[in-house]
C-alpha cells in the first residue's frame, strides 16, 4: 500500500517536472527569437514581461516538486540516476532563462534602434514622394482647365487619387510604428494640405465625367424613354 502510494507520488512528481522542463524549453526557444518588425518588437516585448511575471508561479511549482522529491528521498524510494539527472536539469533552467531574458533584452535594444532609422527613413522617402505628388497635382491644375478634357483630366486624377492612397496607407503604417516605439504620430502636414487641394478637384472632375457621360446617353436615347 506504501509502495503504491510512493510510486504515485514519483509519477505525479515526474509529470509535475516535465511539464516544467517543456515550458521552460519552448520559453528559451521563443526567447531567441530575432523580431524582423516593430510588431514583432512590441509582441517579444510583450512575452518577455509575461515570463518574468509568471516566473513566479513556475517556481512555486519547482518548490512543489522538491518537496515531493524530498518525500520520497526520506522514504527512502528508489530513485534512478535518470530521475536525479532530469530533476537537476530542469532545476537549472531558471538560471538560464534568466540569463536568456538578459540576451533578449540587449537584442530587443539594438533591433528598436535599428528599426527606429529605417523607420525615419521610411517617413523622410514619404515625404519625398508626398512633395512629388503635390508637384503632379499643381502640373494637373495648369494643365485641365477646359471641359473639353474631362475624360483625360478624370483619368489622370483618379491615378493621383490611387496615389495619395498608398501615401496615406504608409504614413497610417508609419504612425501604427512611432506608437509601438511610445513616440508621438508624426502626421505629415505637406500631405494633410496636399488631400485638402486634391478633394474638391477629384469631386469635381469625376462629376463632370458622369454628367458627361450622362449626356451623351441622353443624346441617343429615344425621348420618350427619358
Known amino acids: 500500500m506504501i509502495n503504491r502510494f510512493l510510486l504515485q507520488m514519483k509519477v505525479l512528481m515526474m509529470k509535475s517536472i516535465q511539464e516544467l522542463h517543456d515550458e521552460y524549453e519552448e520559453i528559451s526557444k521563443t526567447l531567441q527569437i530575432v523580431p524582423k518588425s516593430p510588431e514583432d ?23 512543489f516538486a522538491n518537496q515531493r522529491f524530498k518525500f520520497l528521498e526520506d522514504y527512502h524510494y528508489d530513485l534512478d540516476n535518470e530521475d536525479f539527472a532530469f530533476r537537476y536539469k530542469t532545476l537549472k533552467m531558471p538560471t538560464q532563462v534568466s540569463i536568456l531574458l538578459e540576451e533578449a ?14 523607420l525615419r527613413a521610411n517617413q523622410r522617402h514619404l515625404e519625398n514622394e508626398t512633395l512629388i505628388t503635390s508637384e503632379a497635382l499643381n502640373a494637373f491644375i495648369l494643365k485641365y482647365t477646359n471641359l473639353d478634357l474631362t475624360i483625360e483630366a478624370s483619368d489622370q486624377i483618379n491615378e493621383i ?41 477629384h469631386q469635381l472632375w469625376n462629376l463632370a465625367k458622369d454628367w458627361l457621360m450622362m449626356y451623351d446617353q441622353w443624346m441617343i436615347t429615344p425621348f420618350p424613354q427619358l
Do not use: G
Open 41 to 63: 518588437l512590441a509582441e517579444m516585448k510583450k512575452y518577455q514581461e509575461d515570463v518574468v511575471v509568471q516566473e513566479a508561479e513556475r517556481v512555486k511549482k519547482i518548490e
Open 105 to 118: 533584452n540587449k537584442v530587443l535594444a539594438q533591433e528598436r534602434i535599428s528599426m527606429i532609422r529605417n
Open 161 to 201: 487619387a490611387d496615389k495619395l492612397q498608398k501615401l496615406k496607407e504608409e504614413q497610417d503604417k508609419y504612425n501604427s510604428h512611432e506608437k509601438l516605439f511610445e513616440f508621438e504620430p508624426n502626421h505629415s502636414r505637406i500631405l494633410t494640405k496636399l488631400f485638402e487641394e486634391f478633394t474638391p478637384l
